[in-house]
């Protein structure tokens, strides 16, 4: 189908759509966090999208990623990565997750947040968002 997750560089680059801060917007215009989702999840495109007409990169589901999760794998690629894949294993064996969710402190829901988890676990505020190859 030519649908896969993201790797996690792929997504931060769709989430900050040229943007250099830590949001592409006022929290509340584009995110739902613990401060104002009523402890649940919500039907995409309630809030604004980013400038790649992209709606809740931001809050509402932490997303997951391609990427095995290691703390510091981004250290190492300082120096002229373009398009970095991520590790081949993790020791944790985990996933990255990206974004932050509806359960999430409002500072918490930023292009940056990144956490990890097993693949196949289960959380309320897990979700994904898949990517299509060029044609």
């Known amino acids: 189908t030519g649908m896969k997750l993201p790797t996690e560089a792929q997504w931060e680059y769709a989430c ?21 989702s009523n402890s649940t999840t919500h039907p995409v495109a309630q809030k604004a999208p980013n400038a790649l007409g992209f709606y809740d990169m931001i809050g509402n589901v932490d997303e997951w990623c391609q ?15 373009v398009d970095p894949t991520g590790p081949a294993q993790s020791e944790l064996g985990a996933r990255v997750l990206r974004g932050g969710g509806w359960f999430n ?18 959380n309320l505020d897990f979700g994904c968002r898949f990517a299509r190859t060029a044609d």
Do not use: M
């Open 16 to 36: 900050r759509a040229g943007v250099r801060k830590p949001r592409y917007g006022e929290l509340d215009q584009i995110a739902w966090s613990n401060e104002n």
């Open 105 to 122: 402190l409002a500072d918490d829901c930023r292009a940056s947040s990144r956490y990890f988890s097993a693949p196949g676990d289960q």
């Open 67 to 81: 990427d095995w999760y290691e703390g510091d794998y981004y250290k190492s690629c300082a120096d002229g990565v």
